[in-house]
C-alpha cells in the first residue's frame, strides 16, 4: 500500500497545481496562514476556469437569461422550462475535450455520464441526448482512431443508459487537429413540483455518499481541463476516468425513487473536482458549513490520502443531504439497487468546511470566500491586427460544372451523411422518437400530451472565426431556423462555449464578441440561455482550435399532427423557396472546401428576417400546409435541395433559380425550401406575403432525376448516384 | 520473407489502478451463485496469435509492437507477451 | 390477462413494453424484480431489451443467474408464455430457455436502424395474427445479434420450424445483405419446441403506435394477449 | 473456511468451428498496419481471478466449475484454468 508523499506547500507548488502566485496569495489572505497541502488541492480545483467561470464570469452576465418559461436559469447543475401540460424540461451541454483527446472512448463516455448526473440530481428523468463533435482532418495523426473512439465511447454510455441519441453535430476542420472537441447535450423531463436543488439546509443533516468507491481516477482533470495542450499531456495519462454506464443507470433509477421519499434536501452529482465541488457547491449555494470524516469514504483501493479523495473524479458518484432520522428511508432505496451508501458527514451553521481524517484535521477552510467569491478576471482584449485583411471579399471562381461541384461537396465528410455515426447510437429506445437524427431538428414525443419537444445542434466555426459577433448570432439563428422547420418554438438552449487561451487578448476578444452575437440574436428572437459551458485553453503547441460556441435550443412543438419531413414525402409537390437569394461567400464551404480559400466576412445575419421566416414556418407547420421544409444553411441551396432528395425513397425534383453558377452555393442566411400540395400552394404563397417573408415557387418534385435550370445552364444528375456519393462518403474517408 | 510459424498469446489487462467495471461485476456475480471465497477478479483479453518470424526473438518484438499499436491501449491497459510452444494446435482444451 | 415485465438491473426497455402491453392494448402489467423468484401469477412474461447487469462478461449471462429467471424457467416448462426481446433474448439463451448463442456483430458496432423480418411461423401463441410470410419493418439496437451455434444443431433448429422470424429485404427474399449482424442463416427470432417462448432481437414494442409512424411491432403483442386470454378461458371451461 | 489464496488465470476462446468475427478483425487490421506476417488471430477473454482455497485442487476444481456455470459459454466456448505462483495476501493492491 503506497500513501503519496506530499509536497510542501509554497507559491512553486501551489503554480505547479495551477493557481497564480496572486490566487496563492489570496488564499493566504483568506485563511489568515498558510494552507496545507490539502487545502491547497481543493482551492485550485474551486478556482480553476473549469469550475469558477473566473475569465468568462464578465462576458455571460450579457446572456438574456429570462423568459416566461424559464424556471431556472444558469447557476444550477441545468437550467429548467416550462414546456406546458404541467411538465418541465431540464438540459445543459457539457464539454469533455481534453480527456477524449487524450483517451477518445473513456473520454467521450464520461463526458456523456457527467452531463446525464446534471440532469438527474435536478429530479428529471433524462430522455434524450444529443452530441456536438468536431474533429480534424480525417488524414491527422491519430484522427481515425479518435473519430472510431468518441463515437463508441458516446454510444456506449447513452446506449447502455436506455437514454436515445437523436441528434448532434459533426464537423471536420485543420483547426482541430491536435485538439478536438466532444460536447454532450442532455435532456431530461419532470413534473413541476419534482424539481431538485443543489442547495444544503439544516444543520445537523447528514452527509451521504453513493455509488462508485473513490480510486485515484482523473485526479485535477479539472486543472488539466484549464490548461493548454503540450508534450507533457502525455504524462497526464494518469488522470483518465473510467465510465461505467452500468453503474449510472442504477444509480439513475436509485436517485429518482430515493427523492420521491422526500426525505432528501439537496443532491449533487461529483463530476469535474468530484467530492471538492460537489460539497462546498451545495454548501456554498445554501449558505452552511459541513464537516466531512474523510475515514468514511468508500476507496477503491487503501491508501488515498485527503487530498487524493478530495480530488478524484472517480466516476458514477453523489453526495446528498438527507432529513436528519430519515437516513434509513433513503439508504433503503440505494441498497435494493445495490449500490454502497457512506454516512461521511453532516451540516453544520458554521460556514466553513471541516474535513478530519484518521482524528487530525485534515482541512478548515471557509466555503463562501472559495465559492461564490472566487477571483473574477477581465483579461485584456485585442481584435486582430488583419481583421480589415481577412474582411476582403474573395474573389469567386465560378464552377466549370455546377453538378460536379455539387459532387465533390456531397462526398466531403462535412457535407456527407452522418448515418455512420448516428447508426452506432440507440435513437429509438423510450419509444418516443417521431423524427430521430437526420433532419434539421430530432422531434420527441411528450407521453400523454398532443405536443412534441424538438431539438437541434449548431454552429460554424469558421464564420465565427473570421466574424465572431456574427458568428454568434448566425449559430442562434440557424438553431431557431432548424426548429422552426418542424413548426417548433424556442423556449431555451444551453451552449458549449469551446476558445483558445483566454490570457492571450485575441482570445478574449472572440470571446466577447461571440458572447455579444448571441446575446444579439437572443434578444431578438426571444430565445433566453438557460444553462451552459465554458471551454478554454483548447490549443495545441501555441495554435488554437477556431472559436466554436456549440448552441443547442429546444423548442416546443403544441401539435404533432401536421409535422413535416426534412425531404420530400411526395411526387407532385410545389416546392417554394424562402428568403432572399444574395452573392454571400465570406467563409463559405464552396471556397473552403473546393478551393481551399478561406476569406471574407461571413455572410449578414438580419435577425428581425430570421424572425420573420420562423414565424412564417412555425405557422404553415401548424396549419398542415407543407409536406416538407428544410432550411438553408452551409452549402446553400443546391446543397440543401439536393438533402431534401434523399428520404427514406429518394426522389427527384425539377426546379428553376434565378442566380447562377457559384451562387447556387451562396450562404446568405435566413432560407428555406418547403415543399406542399399544389392545392396549398397558394395559401403557402399568401401566408408568406402577409409574414413579409419573400417567397417564390421554384418547381415540383418528382421523377429520379435532380434537374435545375440557372441562369442559362441546366444541370441534371440522378438522385441515386447523388445519394450514393453522399451516403458512402463518411465510412470510405475512414477506411472502412 | 521465409521464417517458420510462430505461436504467441499477448494478454491485455485494465491497469491496476484503474477502475474495472467489468472485473467487478463478475466477481460480485460469482460470489452471489456460491463462490464466496473469489477475491479480486480482473477481466482481460487474451489474443492467440500466429505469425512467421525469422525467429523467436524478432517475433516477441513485432508481437509488443502489435499491443502498442494496435492491441492495448496501453492509456488505460497493460498486457503481456508469452510465446508458446510451436505446436500448430492451442493449449486450450476444455 | 395478467402480464409481467422483469426488471433485472440495466434493463432499459421495460417501461417501453409496460406501455404497450398497459396503454396500447389495455391489460393488467406489472413489474417482475431480479430477486424475486416468483411471477406474481402472470400469464405472459416478458424479459425486456437493455444491457442486464451491464451486460459484463457477456450480453445476459449474468441476468441468467439471478432468481427471477429461475421462475421464468419453471414457468416456460410449465407451457407459460415468454417473450425475450432483444438483451431479453440473450438472457434466453444465455438461461439455456433457447437453443443456441449469440456472438458480436459481424462489424463489431452497436446497430441501430430499421430492418425487415419474414416471419417463417405464424401458428405460434406470438403470431398467429401474422399471415404466412408476412414481413414487418421493425427497428433493432444491438452490439450483439449474431446468433450462432453448430451447423448440426442449425439444421436441427431449421427442421423443428423453430425459426421464426429471418431478416429479409423489403420484398421477403432472404439475403445476406438484408442481414444487420451477421446472424447464421439470418436468423432474428427462434422459438422452444413447445412453441411458448419466442425470443427476437429486433424491438416490437418501439414500433406499435401510429404516433411513432409506424405499428408493425403491435400484432406480436396482440396475438400473445389473444392468445393467453383464449387459454385461460378453456383453462376456465375445463374446470 | 480458512485457506490460503490461490491467484489463477482463466481463459475463454470461442470453438474453433465457430467462426470468431473479432479475430478476424483483428487480424485484417493488423496486416493493414504492417504486419504481413499475422497468420490465424482468435479473441479471447482472460480472468485472473483469486480465491481462498483449502488447497490447490479444490482451487481448480471450483475455477472449472465457475467456467461451466458462468465465464464460459460451452455452446461456443472452450476454456482452460491455470493456477499462477499463489500469492499470501488476497484482495486489491494499490
Ligand atoms: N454526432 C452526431 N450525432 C447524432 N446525430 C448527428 C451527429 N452529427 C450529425 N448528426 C445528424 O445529422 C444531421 C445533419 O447534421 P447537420 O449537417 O448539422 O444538419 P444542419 O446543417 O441542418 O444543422 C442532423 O439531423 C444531425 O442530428
Ligand atoms: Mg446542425
Redesign the interface.
Same mark, same amino acid.
Given at each position: 500500500?503506497?500513501v503519496a508523499v506530499e509536497p510542501e506547500v509554497n507559491a512553486e507548488t501551489a503554480r505547479s497545481i495551477g493557481l497564480t502566485e496572486e490566487e496563492y496569495e489570496r488564499l493566504r489572505k483568506i485563511l489568515g496562514r498558510d494552507p496545507n497541502w490539502t487545502e491547497l488541492g481543493i482551492t485550485s480545483a474551486l478556482w480553476s476556469e473549469h469550475c469558477s467561470y473566473k475569465s468568462s464570469k464578465i462576458y455571460l452576465r450579457e446572456f438574456p437569461t429570462e423568459g416566461p418559461h424559464v424556471l431556472q436559469g444558469p447557476g444550477e447543475n441545468a437550467g429548467v422550462v416550462d414546456i406546458g401540460h404541467g411538465w418541465v424540461a431540464v438540459f445543459k451541454m457539457e464539454s469533455h475535450n481534453h480527456p477524449s483527446f487524450?483517451?477518445p472512448?473513456?473520454g467521450s463516455m464520461t463526458g456523456v455520464g457527467g452531463i446525464l448526473r446534471d440532469i438527474f440530481t435536478m429530479g428529471a428523468r433524462p430522455i434524450a441526448c444529443m452530441d456536438a463533435l468536431r474533429f480534424g482532418e480525417i488524414d491527422a495523426p491519430r484522427m481515425r482512431f479518435l473519430i472510431d473512439g468518441v463515437v463508441?465511447g458516446i454510444?456506449?454510455y447513452g446506449?447502455?443508459?436506455?437514454i436515445p441519441t437523436v441528434g448532434g453535430e459533426t464537423g471536420f476542420h485543420r483547426c482541430y487537429n491536435g485538439n478536438i472537441l466532444v460536447n454532450a447535450f442532455a435532456l431530461g423531463v419532470a413534473r413541476h413540483d419534482r424539481v431538485f436543488h443543489a442547495r444544503a439546509s439544516g444543520a445537523g443533516n447528514p452527509v451521504l455518499y453513493v455509488g462508485?468507491r473513490t #480510486?485515484?481516477?482523473g485526479i485535477h482533470g479539472a486543472t488539466m481541463a484549464s490548461e493548454s495542450f503540450d508534450k507533457e499531456s502525455e504524462q497526464k495519462?494518469?488522470t483518465?476516468q473510467?465510465g461505467?454506464?452500468? =453503474?449510472e443507470?442504477?444509480l439513475l433509477e436509485a436517485c429518482l425513487e430515493a427523492m420521491r421519499t422526500g426525505a432528501i434536501v439537496a443532491i449533487q452529482d461529483m463530476g469535474a473536482a468530484g467530492l471538492t465541488s460537489s460539497t462546498f457547491e451545495m454548501a456554498g449555494r445554501g449558505g452552511t458549513g459541513l464537516h466531512l470524516d474523510l475515514d468514511k469514504v468508500p476507496l477503491? @483501493?487503501?491508501?488515498l490520502t485527503p487530498y487524493e479523495m478530495m480530488l478524484s473524479e472517480?466516476?458514477e458518484r453523489m453526495v446528498l443531504v438527507a432529513k436528519k432520522g430519515r437516513e434509513e428511508e433513503v439508504e433503503k432505496v440505494f441498497r435494493r439497487? #445495490?449500490l454502497e451508501v457512506a454516512d461521511i458527514g453532516e451540516i453544520t451553521t458554521t460556514g466553513r468546511a471541516v474535513l478530519t481524517w484518521q482524528g487530525e484535521t485534515a482541512a478548515d477552510v471557509p466555503i463562501q470566500p472559495l465559492t461564490e467569491e472566487a477571483p473574477v478576471y477581465r483579461r485584456p482584449v485585442a481584435e486582430p491586427a488583419d481583421l480589415a485583411e481577412r474582411w476582403r471579399a474573395p474573389e469567386v471562381p465560378q464552377p466549370a460544372d455546377p453538378r460536379e461541384a455539387l459532387e465533390r461537396l456531397l462526398a466531403t465528410p462535412e457535407f456527407a451523411s452522418k448515418r455512420w455515426i448516428? @447508426?452506432?447510437?440507440?435513437?429509438?429506445?423510450? =419509444?418516443n =422518437?417521431?423524427q430521430g437524427p437526420g433532419g434539421d431538428a430530432a422531434v420527441l414525443?411528450l407521453?400523454g400530451t398532443p405536443s412534441g419537444l424538438a431539438m437541434t445542434c449548431d454552429v460554424n466555426p469558421v464564420y465565427c472565426s473570421f466574424d465572431p459577433r456574427r458568428g454568434g448570432a448566425q449559430a442562434v439563428a440557424e438553431a431557431v431556423r432548424n426548429l422552426a422547420c418542424v413548426g417548433a418554438e424556442p423556449v431555451g438552449l444551453t451552449d458549449c462555449l469551446n476558445f483558445g487561451n483566454p490570457e492571450r487578448p485575441e482570445i478574449s476578444w472572440q470571446f466577447r464578441e461571440v458572447v455579444r452575437g448571441m446575446s444579439e440574436a437572443c434578444r431578438t428572437l426571444s430565445v433566453p440561455v438557460i444553462s451552459g459551458n465554458v471551454s478554454f485553453y483548447n490549443e495545441t503547441e501555441g495554435a488554437s482550435i477556431y472559436p466554436t460556441p456549440a448552441v443547442a435550443m429546444v423548442g416546443v412543438i403544441p401539435d404533432?399532427s401536421n409535422l413535416p419531413d426534412p425531404w420530400f414525402q411526395c411526387a407532385g409537390d410545389r416546392i417554394v423557396l424562402l428568403g432572399e437569394d444574395r452573392s454571400e461567400f465570406g467563409g463559405s464551404a464552396y471556397l473552403r472546401l473546393l478551393h481551399d480559400l478561406e476569406q471574407g466576412r461571413p455572410p449578414e445575419v438580419d435577425l428581425d428576417a430570421e424572425l420573420r421566416l420562423a414565424r412564417l414556418l412555425r405557422g404553415l407547420v401548424a396549419r398542415g400546409l407543407i409536406h416538407t421544409a428544410h432550411d438553408l444553411s452551409e452549402g446553400g441551396f443546391l446543397i440543401s435541395l439536393a438533402e431534401a432528395c434523399f428520404g427514406r425513397r429518394p426522389l427527384g425534383a425539377r426546379v428553376e433559380f434565378p442566380l447562377a453558377g457559384a451562387d447556387l452555393f451562396s450562404e446568405t442566411q435566413g432560407r428555406a425550401i418547403v415543399a406542399c400540395a399544389p392545392a396549398a400552394l397558394d395559401r403557402v404563397l399568401q401566408a408568406a406575403e402577409e409574414a413579409g417573408v419573400p417567397a417564390r415557387e421554384i418547381g415540383e418534385t418528382g421523377g429520379d432525376e435532380l434537374v435545375v435550370k440557372s441562369g442559362g445552364e441546366i444541370l441534371s444528375a440522378p438522385v441515386s448516384r447523388l445519394h450514393e456519393i453522399w451516403s458512402t462518403a463518411l465510412p470510405k474517408a475512414l477506411g472502412l | 520473407m521465409i521464417g517458420k510459424s510462430v505461436k504467441a498469446r499477448v494478454t491485455v489487462y485494465p491497469r491496476r489502478e484503474i477502475l474495472d467495471p467489468q472485473g467487478k461485476a463478475i466477481r460480485d456475480a460469482l460470489t452471489r451463485v456460491g463462490f464466496p471465497g473469489v477475491g479480486d477478479v480482473r477481466a482481460g483479453k487474451s489474443f492467440e496469435i500466429s505469425l512467421d518470424a525469422a525467429d523467436p526473438r524478432t517475433a516477441e518484438g513485432q508481437l509488443r509492437e502489435m499491443c502498442e499499436k494496435l492491441l492495448a491501449n496501453t492509456v488505460v491497459e497493460d498486457y503481456s507477451v508469452e510465446l508458446l510452444a510451436e505446436s500448430a494446435e492451442s493449449g486450450i482444451r476444455p | 390477462m395478467k402480464c409481467g415485465v422483469v426488471v433485472f438491473p440495466g434493463s432499459n426497455c421495460d417501461h417501453d413494453v409496460y406501455h404497450v402491453l398497459k396503454h396500447v392494448l389495455e391489460q393488467e402489467v406489472t413489474f417482475l424484480w431480479h430477486q424475486d423468484d416468483t411471477l406474481k401469477g402472470s400469464d405472459l412474461v416478458v424479459l425486456p431489451g437493455g444491457f442486464a447487469y451491464g451486460d459484463y462478461l457477456r450480453a445476459g449471462a449474468l441476468a441468467a443467474l439471478s432468481p427471477v429467471t429461475g421462475a421464468v424457467k419453471q414457468h416456460a416448462e410449465a407451457g407459460g408464455l415468454v417473450l425475450g426481446i432483444c438483451n431479453g433474448f440473450q438472457v434466453l439463451l444465455e438461461a439455456g430457455l433457447l437453443p443456441g448463442a449469440m456472438r458480436r456483430n459481424e462489424n463489431l458496432r452497436f446497430q441501430c436502424l430499421d430492418v425487415h423480418l419474414r416471419a417463417e411461423r405464424t401458428d405460434l401463441p406470438f403470431t398467429h395474427k401474422l399471415k404466412p410470410g408476412q414481413v414487418l419493418r421493425l427497428p433493432i439496437a444491438h452490439a450483439e445479434g449474431n446468433y450462432e451455434d453448430s451447423p448440426a444443431r442449425l439444421d436441427a433448429l431449421e427442421a423443428n420450424g423453430q425459426v421464426v422470424f429471418r431478416y429479409c429485404e423489403p420484398d421477403g427474399r432472404v439475403t445476406p445483405e438484408s442481414n444487420p449482424n451477421g446472424a447464421a442463416r439470418n436468423i432474428a427470432g427462434i422459438t422452444n419446441v413447445g412453441g411458448n417462448v419466442l425470443g427476437l432481437m429486433p424491438h416490437p414494442e418501439r414500433c406499435s403506435e401510429a404516433v411513432l409512424g409506424n405499428t408493425d411491432g403491435l400484432a406480436l403483442f396482440a396475438s400473445a394477449v389473444e392468445a393467453g386470454s383464449r387459454h385461460l378461458q378453456s383453462a376456465g371451461a375445463v374446470r
Open positions: 500500500m503506497t487524450i483517451e472512448y473513456q463508441r454510444g456506449g446506449n447502455c443508459m436506455g462508485s #480510486g485515484r481516477d495519462r494518469p483518465v473510467v461505467d454506464p452500468f =453503474t443507470k442504477v477503491r @483501493q487503501p491508501g472517480s466516476q439497487w #445495490g448516428w @447508426q452506432q447510437y440507440d435513437h429509438t429506445v423510450r =419509444t =422518437t417521431v414525443l407521453k404533432l | - | -
